[in-house]
């Protein structure tokens, strides 16, 4: 028994060794794709800051970013809380338990059994023995000798952190979602702010000119015209007041809390853009942005994937071993050595013909692979498209306030002259209402252009990768 042992084992080492060296290029190392990155985004902030890579703005932490208090707690309150996030955080610990699985691949398997088998033959087939106590426990090991339980491995370390890095990428978007809604709630509390005054001095406006129509130097239409022009903005009031509301709902839900109030104690115009700071190289999206990770690992869970399936094209290779008591009497399970009883061997096991199954579904691990390649590529290029736009979009907001401040400041000297002339005979009534109104309209849309001027530095500093540090 001894000899025999041995001599297996010999074989055994021997075909371990031989496969070992025809193994060399059954399975391929991964390789990233090459990808020709621009040598800087098409316009806007600066690539690099001097020498200090820190400064880089997708390196920076939220808490660094955001400048504001109030805002860095709502981001605090929804990295914890938000749903969307916190189902990103069980998929990675769904794949970390594939991947413990995983590494165990190499260990043989073990299993125990206990088993009574009666039998009762017929008269007249063949006979049997009646009863039989079997208690075993044996082992399986294959030898990875093609690398698949290797890529196995590889899959599924890949596919893990690719969880990792989409639950990254759902916390970026999700700080900037919260800083967007913020900003907005920030606007419309700036734009109900500037309804209500507007709201009083046409009230004043309504006394003055019901001052003249008494005095007979207006007709009942001047009176009408600046009524409605009041109503106009009273209306207005309300929506802004619906809008406020369903905001903070919507922030509320963002922080995984019941809808509420959000409380804040900044006003819009008070809030500082940091608008200065380098964006880095187009290259570094590699690895700032965790999405365009997340589609790399995903290449290179398919590049092992189709390693794996190359491999079972190949004949496996495995050792199995099983040993116990057994008796025709349960009496003499446990005498031993007399009861005792061992099975070893080794096979080979080559597929011939499968239907064409692992061909296909080698073809299709193929095909798998060049799809995740071509979806990094694309992902890549929406990374550099969304900067891009971006810093375009801050670029032009930035020109848009400049003007929008001056034109604020025009038509408030506008409507001051138009309500002395007013008095003085000299200006229609009509005059006075337009002039209200212009003034009206551009510091609600001033207050949205510092909303726009917020939120696409947010959304710049998304578009980078930063906020999940």
């Known amino acids: 028994m001894n000899k025999r042992v041995k001599g297996f084992l010999l074989a055994g080492m021997q075909l371990l060794i031989f496969g070992a060296l025809t193994a060399c290029g059954v399975t391929k190392p991964y390789k990233r794709p090459d990808i020709a990155f621009p ?34 707690a709502l981001i605090d309150t ?80 890949a596919t893990y952190l690719k969880t990792q890095e989409a639950a990254r990428a759902v916390r970026t978007r999700l700080v900037a979602d919260v800083a967007a809604g913020y900003y907005n709630l920030l606007m419309l509390d700036e734009q109900l702010d500037i309804s209500r005054k507007n709201l009083a001095l046409a009230d004043t406006t309504l006394k003055m000119i019901g001052y003249q129509y008494t005095a007979g130097q207006v007709t009942s239409l001047a009176v009408q015209q600046q009524e409605a022009s009041r109503q106009s903005i009273a209306l207005s009031i309300p929506v802004i007041e619906q809008n406020i509301a369903v905001q903070e709902n919507a922030l509320s839900t963002l922080c995984g809390r019941m809808p509420g109030t959000i409380h804040r104690d900044r006003a819009l115009f008070t809030m500082k853009v940091a608008d200065n700071l380098p964006t880095g190289l187009p290259s570094e999206l590699l690895r700032n942005r965790p999405d365009v990770r997340a589609a790399e690992m995903s290449v290179r869970a398919a590049n092992a994937n189709m390693g ?119 200006a229609t009534y009509l005059e006075v209402i337009v002039a209200q109104t212009n003034a009206l309209q551009a510091e609600l849309n001033l207050a949205d252009i510092r909303r726009q001027h917020l939120a696409v530095m947010s959304e710049l500093y998304r578009s980078l990768g930063g906020g999940w540090r």
């Open 308 to 426: 794996e399936a190359k491999a079972n094209l190949y004949p496996s290779f495995t050792v199995s071993a099983s040993g116990g008591l057994d008796a025709l009497r349960s009496s003499d399970w446990f005498m031993t050595p007399g009861s005792l009883f061992s099975v070893l061997q080794g096979g080979v096991f080559q597929p011939i013909f499968q239907r064409g199954e692992l061909k296909a579904k080698y073809q299709q691990s193929k095909i798998k692979r060049d799809q995740s390649e071509l979806e990094f590529k694309q992902s890549v290029l929406k990374a550099v498209e969304e900067v891009s736009n971006a810093l375009v979009r801050l670029e032009k907001i930035k020109s848009q306030e400049i003007i929008a401040e001056e034109r604020v400041a025009t038509l408030h000297k506008a409507s001051d002259n138009a309500g002395m002339l007013f008095q003085s005979g000299m």
């Open 78 to 157: 929804a990295v914890v809380n938000n749903i969307d996030l916190q189902v990103g955080l069980k998929n990675i610990e769904i794949a970390q338990q594939t991947l413990n699985a995983a590494k165990l691949g190499n260990l043989p398997t073990l299993s125990i059994s206990v088993q009574d088998t009666r039998t009762s033959p017929s008269n007249n087939g063949v006979q049997t023995i009646p009863q039989d106590y079997t208690a075993s426990a044996s082992a399986s090991w294959e030898a990875d000798i093609w690398g698949k339980i290797r890529s196995r491995k590889k899959s599924a370390l």
């Open 39 to 72: 040598a800087d985004y098409r316009s806007g902030l600066p690539s690099m800051a001097g020498s200090n890579a820190d400064s880089v703005l997708a390196r920076l932490s939220y808490r660094n970013f955001f400048a504001d208090t109030t805002l860095r």
